[in-house]
Nanobody
Framework: QVQLVESGGGLVQAGVSLRLSCAAS????????MGWFRQAPGKEREFVAA????????YYADSVKGRFTISRDNAKNTVYLQMNSLKPEDTAVYYC???????????????WGQGTQVTVSS
């Protein structure tokens, strides 16, 4: 079992930056690929970014490429999502998730956090 807890969300104005954190506990964090997903009201959960166990491979949704950066610190059992140049359309609940191998598909992930709200005002 892997337990995940997100933090760092909030209400911000468009154009600013925000960094989300996801702290993991339980099984060895370094053995898991991690993903960030988001879900806006009335919409399906969508892929945002993913990183493999070592941090050597990352993937991004086209909508966030160049603005968001996923990273991890295995010594701290934490994965981060640095979000720059935020837009109102980035407003959503952001979830981190863990699985053994890298994937961009939400249903592939076995472990999920409870989510953190990000609201971007125009």
């Amino acid at each position: 079992q892997v337990q995940l807890v997100e933090s760092g969300g909030g209400l911000v104005q468009a154009g600013v930056s925000l960094r989300l954190s996801c702290a993991a506990s339980g099984r060895t964090f370094g053995g898991y690929a991690m993903g960030w997903f988001r879900q806006a009201p009335g919409k399906e959960r969508e892929f945002v970014a993913a990183i493999n166990w070592s941090g050597s491979s990352t993937y991004y949704a086209d909508s966030v490429k160049g603005r968001f950066t996923i990273s991890r610190d295995n010594a701290k059992n934490t994965v981060y999502l640095q979000m720059n140049s935020l837009k109102p359309e980035d407003t959503a609940v952001y979830y981190c998730a863990a699985r053994r191998s890298l994937s961009v598909v939400a249903t592939d992930y076995a472990y999920w956090g409870q989510g953190t709200q990000v609201t971007v005002s125009s």
